[in-house]
């Protein structure tokens, strides 16, 4: 069974194929430069690990000792492997992290209340009293107030998640799962704190039982979903992680081998007479959105006609050279199915009228809530569509 952590799930419901790339395949993504986003995260993180570090051994440090370690990180990093855009400046991003570190000590100051248990806290836990799914995380911080057991985690964005993304809630919910099986004697309560270093800003939840509950049911059901398609991939389904496009896709490492993008870096080739691949594309489009008016059109006319002749009582409609019938159809809701069902068998129907819904039951064995070898008798076959829309960087 292996060890899932946060990121691991995150990566998976953004983008299934690539879980498969890092996690399954083992495919390594290339080093990468530091981005300047990574270096004020760390600098920042480091800056506080230390200043909680000394006020356990007793001692305050001062705002002067924390600038001049941010100074001495600073220098430590050759500012060569920071990768920047156009608008960034190095001096932007250590402008706020001088501003972060600043503003944290002073709201914080005397740091009275707060006793710290630990810093960049490695751990790994049990999901169930079975130990079949194991976690993994870090805590940025984990204090001691009074009775309580507070989880804090910092953040350095420019922007305030929305109330009801509750992802990050999620993940530090999860960790108080460890917290209650390593010190649960000493936790009457547990709190999480997210602080928002560039707005100043705390958030502050209490982790009850019942919501501690929910996360875990959430997050074993996904990994069951991950071990059962990870059964399917080593039996060579390969179709179980499928890759997902999302706004990450233009960073992505694997673009060469992922099949959403590894056309791009081919070669143009002949398929038809002297037309190209990507012309077929292009003329497939076009005469797609043509059909697509077309359709429409044709809903419009037909709109028109029936209800001409519904106003004038016609059955049939005369054109110059074709002729139109007008038949009136009924169709039938299904408003109590146990009812229904009941009614047809006593009738002897419910074979002839009753049929599965094939698309539904594409969807919950492709979800995995119903196992292929649970349905013998069913025939798996695979067909292809082709849709398409606007390249926008075609034009660039």
Avoid at 56 to 85: K, W
Avoid at 220 to 240: C, G, L, P
Avoid at 241 to 265: G, K, M, R
């Amino acid at each position: 069974m292996a060890v899932y952590s946060f990121s691991q799930i995150s990566l998976y419901k953004t983008c299934p194929r690539k879980y498969r790339y890092k996690y399954i395949d083992k495919i390594d993504e290339p080093a990468t430069a530091w981005s300047p986003d990574l270096f004020l995260w760390t600098v920042v993180h480091s800056v506080l690990e230390t200043l909680y570090k000394r006020l356990n051994e007793m001692q305050q440090p001062t705002l002067d000792d924390m600038l001049t370690q941010l100074d001495e990180l600073r220098a430590e990093r050759d500012e060569n492997d920071i990768v920047l855009r156009e608008w960034q400046t190095k001096e932007s991003y250590y402008r706020r992290a001088t501003v972060y570190i600043t503003e944290y000590r002073n709201t914080y100051t005397p740091f009275s209340d707060v006793r710290t248990m630990a810093t960049e806290l490695m751990m790994t836990f049990s999901l169930d009293d079975a130990e079949q799914f194991k976690f993994r995380g870090v805590i940025d911080r984990l204090d001691k107030e009074w009775k309580s057991l507070i989880i804090n985690d910092y953040k350095t964005w420019k922007s305030l998640p929305p109330e009801q993304k509750d992802t990050y809630q999620e993940q530090l919910t999860l960790y108080a799962l460890w917290i209650k099986q390593k010190y649960g004697k000493y936790a009457e309560k547990i709190y999480w704190k997210l602080h928002y270093l560039h707005f100043n800003t705390l958030d502050e939840w209490e982790i009850t039982e019942q919501k501690l509950h929910d996360v875990v049911e959430k997050y074993s059901a996904v990994i069951q979903e991950i071990e059962a398609k990870r059964f399917y991939h080593a039996m060579w389904t390969d179709d179980q992680f499928p890759a997902v496009e999302n706004p990450s896709c233009q960073y992505c490492a694997y673009q060469s081998i992922c099949p959403l993008w590894t056309h791009a870096s081919m070669d143009d080739e002949i398929l038809l007479g002297e037309k190209t691949v990507r012309s077929l594309v292009d003329e497939y489009a076009e005469i797609t959105k043509q059909a697509n008016e077309l359709d429409k059109q044709k809903k419009m006319l037909k709109e028109q006609l029936l209800v001409y002749a519904e106003t004038h009582n016609i059955q049939k409609l005369i054109g110059n050279e074709y002729i139109a019938t007008v038949a009136a159809q009924t169709h039938y809701s299904i408003v109590d199915h146990d009812s229904l069902l009941n009614a047809l068998k006593q009738l002897g129907k419910e074979t002839e009228l009753l049929r599965v819904d094939r698309f539904a039951l594409a969807r919950v064995i492709k979800d995995g809530s119903v196992m292929l070898w649970d349905l013998a008798w069913v025939s798996p076959q695979e067909s292809l569509s082709l849709r398409t829309k606007k390249n926008k960087d075609a034009s660039m």
